[in-house]
């Protein structure tokens, strides 16, 4: 599996972004996924998961309420809605993949990830 972040970009404070993730192979609909960041001098921590049908997520406590993951199986597809974003939310964002159908926010639970894409927000 192949995996293409993309829709970083430099926002104001309270602003909102779309972030995608394509996706290549045919098992997209049997893949737990989830969004991951990581911040300049931190570690990649966990943002949101969805499990294989797109109708269970988990979220980080920092992201609760503004971010939304979703997917669409038949366009290999999953997003990262981002409202009323923060200076901290500032980071590289990473899409990843694992080969079983429930999400996980453990960085070792995936077996695939993107390359990144980066969103800057500023105060």
């Known amino acids: 599996v192949q995996l293409q972040a993309s829709g970083g970009g430099l926002v104001q404070a309270g602003d909102s972004l779309r972030l995608s993730c394509a996706a290549s192979?045919?098992?997209?609909?049997?893949?737990?996924m989830g969004w991951f960041r990581q911040a300049p001098g931190k570690e990649r921590e966990f943002v949101a998961a969805i499990n294989w049908s797109g109708d269970s997520a988990v979220y980080a406590n920092s992201v609760k309420g503004r971010f939304t993951i979703s997917r669409d199986n038949a366009k290999n597809t999953m997003s990262l809605q981002m409202n009323s974003l923060k200076p901290e939310d500032t980071a590289v964002y990473y899409c990843?993949?694992?080969?079983?159908?429930?999400?996980?926010?453990?960085?070792?639970?995936?077996?695939?990830w993107g390359q990144g894409t980066l969103v800057t927000v500023s105060s």
């Open positions: 192979g045919r098992a997209f609909s049997n893949y737990g």
């Open positions: 990843a993949a694992r080969t079983y159908g429930l999400g996980s926010s453990q960085f070792n639970d995936y077996n695939y």
